[in-house]
């Protein structure tokens, strides 16, 4: 096998092992992780397959150092990424901050499970959705997917790559349980280089070159680290240099870039898929693993003349404003199926404004919902 070879063809493998495979058709060539349930089927599959590829594994000491170690080896030009699920995410979140500020491109997959603390370290939850936008202090932006199979496992571990390069901006896949352990078809293709987004590089000599200009745009260029460009990088808040900058007016400048890189690109990040929404008086908004049990649910209630539909939530953050507000003064209500309880639904209650109503069908999480209790929901809500 070639360095540069990534699996082609129909495979039957379970989510977690796609998505590292989706890794390493996205070009990523260093993984850095700790062992957890039930992620840790991401850091095995890399453990076998970046070596045959030209790529590092390491197994660190702990979460904290497996997220430093990612922004390390992105900065030396690599693609690079982790996995973790919930008590390792949280240990996480400090150094994604850092990854926010440093404006580094790297992927984290979150694997959830139910929590809080180590909690059902085995079975389902989507519990970490809120902490994903707002895990880390400071106001900052995020990006984060959602996968609902492991086909999308595989093709939406790309995509965060790409827009993770695109925009200089860790990318969380905030895959579950479920979606991580299903075994089913996985298409791999094989990636043209052209659909595989690059950092922007400077386009200046090492003498000119600004770590964080932004003359030209919202995302700086990102020099390597021993390729003859000098630079400063720090967690403080600073100016175009690198350098620290302890003042409100660096303050606003830097922030409201961080910001905006994201806000301002919204329509080109968010990805949805709608059924039957365009004619629907009752939408179900859901992701994950929850949205294929919606999706039942919506059928059903089709084949009983209510006119149901769903809106899926691939990209979480951002969050889908726009389209919640264009529908809500078209519908009776949204049901919010997921696995916690109420996360999503707030979001969804917020955008609405009291122009329909928001309705939560909560599960506490060890399993997936029934889908008649979805269905009973859309029944109530469609009187």
């Not at 199979?149 to 827009?163: K, R």
């Not at 939408?283 to 294929?292: D, F, L, P, Q, T």
């Not at 979001?347 to 909560?362: D, F, Q, T």
Request: proline share 6%; glycine share 8%.
């Amino acid at each position: 096998m070639s360095k540069d070879d990534a699996l082609c063809g129909e495979f039957f493998m379970n989510g977690d092992t796609a998505c590292a495979e989706g890794a390493i058709s996205a070009g990523c060539r260093f993984f850095a992780g700790y062992p957890i349930t039930p992620a840790t089927e991401v850091a095995e599959r890399m453990s076998e397959r970046l070596p045959q590829v030209g790529g590092v594994f390491i197994q660190m000491e702990d979460e904290i150092a497996s997220m430093n170690a990612i922004l390390g080896a992105s900065w030396t030009g690599v693609k690079a990424m982790t996995a973790t699920s919930g008590p390792g995410f949280s240990l996480m979140m400090e150094n994604l901050g850092l990854g926010v500020m440093l404006e580094t491109p790297c992927v984290l997959a979150n694997i959830q499970r139910a929590g809080p603390s180590t909690g059902l370290p085995t079975l389902v939850a989507q519990g970490d959705i809120m902490q994903a936008r707002w895990g880390a202090h400071g106001h900052y932006e995020i990006v984060a997917l959602v996968p609902d199979s492991p086909q999308e496992m595989f093709d939406l571990t790309i995509t965060a790559f790409n827009l993770s390069e695109q925009y200089r901006v860790p990318v969380l896949l905030m895959a579950d349980e479920a979606v991580g352990h299903m075994s089913e078809k996985v298409v791999m293709r094989r990636i043209n280089q052209k659909e595989l987004a690059s950092r922007p590089r400077p386009k200046v000599v090492p003498e000119e070159y600004l770590p964080y200009d932004s003359r030209e745009g919202l995302v700086p260029p990102m020099a390597v680290a021993g390729g003859g460009y000098r630079f400063h990088v720090t967690g403080l808040t600073h100016d175009d240099r690198g350098y620290p900058v302890m003042t409100a007016e660096a303050q606003d400048k830097l922030i409201r870039r961080l910001v905006d890189k994201i806000r301002l690109n919204a329509k080109n990040i968010i990805r949805l898929e709608e059924i039957g929404v365009d004619d629907a008086e009752v939408v179900v908004v859901s992701y994950g693993i929850s949205a294929r049990i919606a999706r039942y649910a919506v059928q059903k209630a089709r084949d009983e003349g209510i006119k149901a539909g769903l809106l899926r939530l691939i990209t979480v953050w951002p969050f889908a404003e726009d389209r919640i507000r264009e529908l809500a003064p078209k519908v009776k209500a949204f049901i919010v199926p997921e696995i916690n309880y109420g996360q999503i639904v707030r979001e969804v209650e917020r955008c609405a404004a009291g122009k329909a109503k928001a309705r939560l069908v909560p599960h506490m999480g060890g399993s997936v919902h029934l889908p008649e209790t979805v269905l009973e929901a859309i029944r109530e809500e469609a009187k």
